[in-house]
Each structure stands twice: as C-alpha cells, then as structure tokens.
C-alpha cells in the first residue's frame, strides 16, 4: 500500500492547517486538564451555538461541508482523499465537526444524493449543509433493534399519502431534529427485508411524540418516539415503495466507512497518557505502572488497527469498490475502545474518576466520570456489538447463520 501523498494533496493538507490555526472555534476552549464548560456534550454544543454556526457558515463557503458531494446539489465536488485529509487535519486540531447537521451528513444526505428526485435533493441538501435543519433516524424498535429487518412500525397507503403507527426507540438526537429518515413496513406479506420503505419524516407533524431517554451520564442524547396516525406525503418517499432497506444498507454503509473517529480516539488516548503521567497510583505514577501500560499499549495498537482498516476501505472506494460487511470491525472496535477508555481513566483516577462536574476533586470538570457512563453511545449507536460480531461471523468468515 502506497501511504505517500501527491504535491496537490499535501498543499491541500497545508491549506487546511492554516485556516484552522485562524478559524478553529475551539482553540480558546480551556485545556483537557483544566476545567470543562457546564453540561454534557449536547448541553455545551446549544450554549456555543453561535459560534459553531459561524464555524459551519465559514466551511460552508470554503465547500468543506459535505467535501465530497456533487457540487451539482451543492457540495465540494472533492475527492476521498483529500476528503480524509480535511477530516484528519479538523480532528487533530481539536475543532468542531465539519458540519453541525451530524445525522444529515454522515446518513440522510448520502440517502438522498442516491435515491432521492431532484426536488428532494434542491429541498434537503441545502439546509442540510447550511445546519439549517438536523435529522434523526427511526430505526431500532422495542422488539427490533438487533434484527432492524423485523421491524413493525406500520404505514398504510391513503391516497398520496401514508399513515404510520408505531413505535421506535433509541432514536438518537431526536428532540432536536426537524426532521426524521424513518423506515416503517409497507407490506407485511413481502420477505422482512422486501417490505420496508423509508419516508422523510417532519418532526412536528400531527400525532408524532417524542420522548426522551434520560442515560445514567445525566444526559438525554436519545428518545422514544411515537407515530398515532401520522400522515405523510408519498412524495417524502424516499426511493420506491419497498426499497427501504437498501437505502438503509447505503447510509450505514457510508457512515461506517468514515475513518475520522480514529483521530478522536487518539486523542483520548494522548489524553490518557497524559492523565497516567500526572496522577500517582499505588505510590507511583500510573505511567510506571505495567498493567496501566500494557492497556495503553492495547489501545494504540487497536486504534492503529483500525486506521489501517480505514485506510483499505478508502482503497476499495478509491476503486469503485463497494464497501460492505468488513466496516463492522471498525464498529465493533470503536464500542469496545470507548467502554476501555472510561474505565481505563476510572482506573487511572481512583475514587477521583467518581467526581463528576461540580464535585470538588472532580478532574477536567468531570470529563472522565462522564466518559466511562457514556457507554451505551458507543455500544448502541449504529449497531450494538452482538449484531456486528454476527455480521463478521456470517459476511466475512463465513460460519453459518444458525449452529
């Protein structure tokens, strides 16, 4: 494999380098040693919301939101690679995302892009990348989270519209949407992946309600969410009737092939080198501790595992290859290095990992007490761990459905 890049790339990586020395929002952020803004992740976002609009307006601009789209519906036109390069520069320099519209970008988008018409790519992409409006995903259900091919939510034709009822659950981020990219079964006598159907999903609409799931961490990042009756446009259809579920495969597809959460997980881990460099443990300094160590080094070597994976799977891309059930091991790591990073912290702190904001001791404002009950973000989001090892064992190694 050929790590090397071309002139024009590293002028790009340049280019991108300079404006974030000048533009990144975070650069007068207090330090990750020091104390931490008031709230969780989401509370500290809506506080800092002006800026970080700003900060999307002047990316924006420069085409660096949705980098890679069609500059036809208003993205960059840009390549993958240079595209990993803006993602790995942004996450090294510790600044916001590239786009607030998380959901939008990383699964609608791509979605509509694919399978939408033109009056849906001219209605959603632009607010899309202006962050002008955020997206949710009703997926999981009650009953069919892990087996997301079983769901039930119902819609029924009426004329030019459908009328869902049902339930999902685990719906990331959804008392903030404007928006949903819902599936709900269209033919309950069609094979359970044949039946399905994805609708765009206004979250305002009549019978729709919300309700939040409040996480040990003291936050709400997900919610229950209810349809009685609710009425929907065919023409929010996205794709045919019935082709629900490869719509779905697509935006997973393209979410999960992103490489940028390595740079995040490195940067925890430089942060809990850090942290067992100064916090003394058993009369030492947890850096000299072997078992401290060997963790650290487990946690390098996975997370370097996984660029390099990220980096096949952006060959395969570069080649017109579709990405398919290989990102799953990314997936499953990441859970797994997001549970072993609060842990690890806890280990590291002692009874100071307890502290959370606003208890005296409490280390970074609480930011590793958060992180080790911040679990079920990683575990949950995007596929829990049994689905992904089920995934591996069938797609990949080939091992039989049932044994």
């Known amino acids: 494999m050929d790590f090397s890049f071309s002139e024009q790339e590293e002028a790009f990586r340049a280019e991108v380098r ?3 020395a000048e533009a990144n929002p975070n650069a007068e952020l207090p330090g990750q040693s020091g104390d931490e803004e008031e709230g969780g992740d989401i509370e500290r976002a809506m506080n800092r919301l002006p800026k970080l609009m700003a900060w999307n307006q002047a990316l924006y ?5 949705g980098f ?5 519906v208003g993205g960059g036109g840009g390549g993958l690679v240079e595209q990993m390069i803006l993602k790995e520069e942004v996450g090294k320099a510790r600044a916001p995302m590239l786009g607030l519209s998380y959901m939008g970008l990383a699964w609608v988008g791509p979605g509509i892009i694919r399978y939408g018409s033109e009056e849906q790519k001219k209605r959603f992409i632009p607010p899309i990348l202006k962050a002008e409006e955020h997206w949710c995903t009703g997926y999981s259900e009650p009953g069919s989270g892990s087996d997301l091919a ?3 939510c119902k819609a029924v034709r009426d004329g030019d519209e459908y009328i869902v009822d049902g339930q999902k659950t685990w719906t990331s981020l959804a008392q903030w949407a404007q928006w949903m990219i819902l599936l709900v079964r269209t033919d309950s006598e069609a094979p359970k992946h044949k039946g399905i159907t994805c609708l765009l999903v206004p979250m305002d609409s009549p019978g729709l309600e ?21 009425r929907v446009p065919v023409s929010q259809r ?5 082709q629900g579920w490869e719509v779905t495969k697509h935006a997973l597809a393209n979410e999960r092939s992103s490489i940028a959460e390595v ?7 430089e942060d809990l080198i850090e942290l067992a460099r100064r916090r003394r443990r058993g009369g030492r300094l947890a850096i000299e501790d072997p078992e401290i160590r060997r963790r650290l080094a487990y946690m390098q070597s996975t997370i370097e595992a996984m660029r390099l994976s990220g980096l096949r799977f952006l060959t395969k891309q570069l080649r017109g290859e579709p ?10 790591l990441r859970a797994q290095l997001g549970i072993e990073t609060g842990r690890l912290a806890n280990d590291i702190l002692g009874s100071y990992g307890q502290l959370r904001r606003g208890s005296s001791g409490a280390v970074a404002g609480g930011r590793w007490a958060r992180q080790m009950l911040s679990w079920p973000s990683y575990v949950i989001g995007g596929g829990t761990p049994n689905i992904q090892k089920n995934v591996i064992a069938e797609r990949i190694l080939g091992l039989p459905h049932d044994v």
Request: proline share 5%.
């Open 210 to 230: 919300v309700r939040p799931i409040k996480t040990m961490n003291g936050e709400t990042p997900f919610a229950e969410v209810f349809f009685d009756g609710v």
């Open 323 to 332: 990405v398919g059930a290989e990102t799953s091991i990314n997936k499953l």
């Open 68 to 72: 890679s789209w069609p500059e036809e």
């Open 150 to 152: 079983s769901l039930q």
């Open 238 to 242: 996205l794709g045919a009737e019935g």
């Open 61 to 65: 601009e420069r085409g660096w939101v």
């Open 263 to 269: 740079t995040a997980l490195v940067q925890d881990l």
């Open 18 to 20: 300079a404006f974030l």
